[in-house]
DNA sequence: GCTCACATGTAATCCGTTACATGATTCT
DNA sequence: AGAATCATGTAACGGATTACATGTGAGC
């Protein structure tokens, strides 16, 4: 069977921990998004898909007469966890970031209105970082109680990288203030 | 008619000078790929549908026996675009690193695939990074020609952010560092 | 003569989100 | 009683990539 990156992300979370997809997302939610976001309409179809490939294995485990099926990762699902974790090859990355986008094209805006929209995208960034932020007491007491320490260091990372994008608006708003502003008056539109 | 992103990302590029398709896909590679890619598959289809919604306008200029269409954008292709750059709301940012992902599942790693995994995350923005590093020059020649010194910001930016990435696996190996290896042995799989 | 860059386009497919539909349990 | 959370799932849609198909012109 043919494996996506999702298809990763949950053996990933289930090699953790049995799970239900609904905690599966839970999980996601505060960890992985950041990097890599899941969602309903791909766990349940893809979470169908492994357990009929044999890479995980559902059991029904209803709390009360609330419906609930949780999975496990088999051993052909590790082995498939594993390949893919030492797989060569690049790495995807992909970026789609519509601030930096805009700001590449705000010739068209006047000069405040191109400082208000660095203003806006470093608001954006700041919150992000502050949503991080707030995760990382529970971060730090997941390291505690599981001794699984790759959980906080990826979302130090994913600090640190919202840090940055804060830091390069206002860099972005230095250089503008050496090269705009004194040359004055030459506007577009 | 409904606008993506995509159609944004012609319009812009548009008003930056007329294009023809295969040229807005070759300003694109060097100047916004790195934080929105845009591909023929959706360039050729969206420029006939901005054609029809009259945001651009399209002239038959073959070079020689070669057929080649060059778009203009229109005022109302203008409008629509500056509409969009200064629309309220949240920025849209998307990350998808196949990198920090590995990295948080890698548990299921040994410490030493887990640090060759950061070895080659890090050559990867390393090597992203040299490649914007190499396009500087043209940038820095389009702002003298043109006066746009939005382009090379934006690189500088772009390579700004390779530059983090770098940092950061370098942060990840000291704090594995710090964490790993003097435990020595507690070992998974 | 060959290869590379210029040039345009479509079809299949994949990946993912959003919205919808449904229902139980827990907490206030 | 009502809201929030737990819980599962599907259908429609949108956005984007990949592969394919085709052809010219310039330089080696």
Redo the contacts between chains.
Sequence with gaps: MELG?TS??IL?ML??GPKSGYEIKAKADI??R????ISYGQIYPELKRLEEAGLIKGASDPAGGRQRRVFSITASG?RA??E???RPG????????????????????SEK?RRE?LQ??RA??DR?REELTAIAPEAEAARKETG????L??L??GI??QE?FVE?CD??ER??NE?ESDSGGAED?
Tied chains: 1, 2.
């Design positions: 990156y990763y992300v990933g090699r953790k960890s992985t950041f990097f890599w976001a590790e966890l594993r893919w974790l030492m690049d790495l995807h990355t992909e970026l789609r970031h519509e601030g930096v986008l805009r700001f590449f094209f705000s010739d068209a805006l209105e929209l806006t995208m954006r960034h992000l699984d320490y790759l959980g260091l990826t130090e990372t640190a990288y940055l390069l860099r972005l250089r503008l090269i539109v």
